[in-house]
C-alpha cells in the first residue's frame, strides 16, 4: 500500500555535502520526497526525538552528535515506503550493510551513518507529527 515514512540526513552526511547524494538514492528506490526541511536541532530537540533510546549507553553520544551540525528531516512516499526506506538505507553499522545501499556507501560508523528511517508505521506517524504538519507535506 502508499506508505509514508520519516527520514533524516544526518549531521555526518551535511557536513559532507552529500544530501543531494542521499537523495538521488532514495528517488531512484521509489520513494518520493514529499516534505524536506534543513534544521539544526538542539540538544533538548534531539533528546525528545530519540527519547526511547534515553537509557542506552550510546544516548549521550547520539544527541550530542544529532545536535552538532544540520540534518535534513524528510518524509517519503511510496508503495511500502518504511521496508523500502530501510533497504535503501542499510544495515544500522555500515560494517553490516549490503552493497550499495546508503549506509554502506556513506556511512562512518554505526553512530555516523548517514540516514535514519523509521522502523514502523507508529513510529513512523510519530516522528513525522514530530517535525511537519499536515500543511508541509506534499504529496
Ligand atoms: P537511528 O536509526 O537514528 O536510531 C538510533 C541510532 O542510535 C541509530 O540509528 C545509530 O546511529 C545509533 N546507535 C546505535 N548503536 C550505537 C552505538 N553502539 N554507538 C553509537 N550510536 C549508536
Redesign the pocket.
Known sequence: ALQRTFS?I?PDATRRNLTGAINAKLEEAGLRIVAQKRIHLSKAQAEAF?AV?KE???FA??TEFMSSAPIVAQVLEGEDAIAKNREVMGA?NPADAAPGTIRKEFAL?????SV??S?GPDTAATEIAYFFSGLEIVG
Not at 560508523?109 to 551513518?113: C, M, P, R
Open positions: 533524516i544526518k530519540y533510546h542506552r549507553p550510546f553520544e547520539l544500522t560508523s554505526i553512530g555516523e551513518n535514519h528511517g522502523d
